[in-house]
């Protein structure tokens, strides 16, 4: 079992819907987690960051974080064709230091 | 202020030779880190600093692979002998007392 889990998609989900992507972990102790976007040939940048139980919202994201399932996820609302890119989601280990585990990435497309 | 940098973008190699990638964070980052991103693939932990000590090395993949970061600053990654398999992205991260790590642009190795 990988330490952090996504679906590779592609998703594809039509311009002005609600994308939502998932992630699960398995050390149960993880407490820090985070969606980075990655644009294709570019270097992954931070958009979310959660570290309690519930919601976090942030303009157009919502991170949501249930530790008692070990699950994380994004939504984000009113997609737009910008917002076509993968989606990893990361773990801080809590033994290592602030090192983090990504997932594989979810490739996401927004179709006009 | 400026982010994180990455020099060279991108570098060939044949079999064989040494490679040097620099990294500099953002100005009063205490914690580096680099990771190496095979293509389709997350981030994978190499090594972490805080100021100039290595405190994990622990993905470093063989004894090919060597950081420093003598100063506490710029942080340089060396590949000696390099392999097929170590082309990659290599990715410098930096990030303050928080968990939140920010990427540099990264560097495209290709070893022929």
């Known amino acids: 079992q990988k330490e952090v889990e996504q679906n590779s998609g592609p998703l594809s989900v039509p311009e002005g819907a609600i994308a939502s992507l998932n992630c699960t972990y398995s050390d149960r102790g993880s407490q820090s987690f985070f969606w980075y976007r990655q644009y294709s040939g570019k270097s992954p940048e931070l958009i979310m960051s959660i570290y309690s139980n519930g919601d976090k919202e942030d303009g157009r994201f919502t991170a949501q974080l249930n530790k008692a399932s070990q699950y994380v996820s994004l939504l984000i609302r009113d997609s737009q064709p910008s917002d076509s890119a993968t989606y990893l989601c990361a773990v801080n280990r809590p033994q290592g230091a602030q090192k983090l585990v990504f997932g594989q990435g979810t490739r996401l497309t927004i179709n006009p | 202020g400026a982010g994180v940098s990455q020099s060279p973008r991108y570098k060939v190699a044949k079999r064989g030779q040494d490679v040097a990638l620099r990294c500099d964070p953002i100005?009063?980052?205490?914690?580096l880190f680099w990771y190496q991103q095979a293509l389709g693939q997350g981030p994978e932990f190499l090594t972490y600093f805080q100021n100039e000590a290595q405190l994990d090395k622990s993905g470093l993949p063989s004894d090919r692979f060597f950081a420093e970061r003598p100063e506490g600053s710029v942080s340089t990654l060396k590949i000696q002998r390099t392999q097929q398999e170590d082309s990659a992205v290599y990715l410098c991260?930096?990030?303050?007392?928080?968990?939140?790590?920010?990427f540099g642009p990264g560097t495209r190795l290709t070893v022929t």
């Open positions: 991260a930096s990030s303050l007392v928080t968990a939140e790590q920010y």
């Open positions: 100005s009063g980052h205490v914690s």
